[in-house]
C-alpha cells in the first residue's frame, strides 16, 4: 500500500507562504502525474495544481500565479509553494496522483489555516 505524508501546514496571516511538502513511499511521485487537492470544511475535495513527470504544471482556480508545485523525483517528494496566501485558502491540503486512482489511499492531509 501507497503511503503519502503531508507536511508543513499551519497558521499563517493573510498575504503569508507556506511550503507543503508530500512524501510518498515506493516510485509514486517519480512515475505518475502528481497533484495537491485540498478540502475546505463543507467542501468537497478539489485539485489545485499538477506536475507531469516531465515537470509540466497545470494550476486551477484562483490559486493561478499564487501557487507553485515542484518535485524531487530522487525523494519521490512534491511540494507546493504558496505565496499571498488569503482567508479562503483554508483547507486540509492532499496529494495524490492525478487523476485520483479510485481506491487509492489518502494521507493524514495538512492543515492550512490563513487568518485574516
Known amino acids: 500500500q501507497v503511503q503519502l505524508v503531508e507536511s508543513g501546514g499551519g497558521l499563517v496571516q493573510a498575504g503569508g507562504s507556506l511550503r507543503l511538502s508530500c512524501a510518498a513511499s515506493?516510485?509514486?511521485?517519480?512515475?505518475?502525474?502528481m497533484g495537491w487537492y485540498r478540502q475546505a470544511p463543507g467542501k468537497q475535495r478539489a485539485l489545485v495544481a499538477s506536475?507531469?513527470?516531465?515537470?509540466?504544471?497545470v494550476y486551477f482556480g484562483s490559486v493561478k500565479g499564487r501557487f507553485t508545485i515542484s518535485r524531487d523525483n530522487a525523494k519521490n517528494t512534491v511540494y507546493l509553494q504558496m505565496n499571498s496566501l488569503k482567508p479562503e485558502d483554508t483547507a486540509v491540503y492532499y496529494c495524490n496522483t492525478q487523476p485520483y486512482r479510485t481506491g487509492g489511499s489518502w494521507g493524514q492531509g495538512t492543515q492550512v489555516t490563513v487568518s485574516s
Open positions: 506536475i507531469t513527470s516531465g515537470g509540466s504544471t
Open positions: 515506493g516510485s509514486l511521485v517519480s512515475t505518475n502525474t
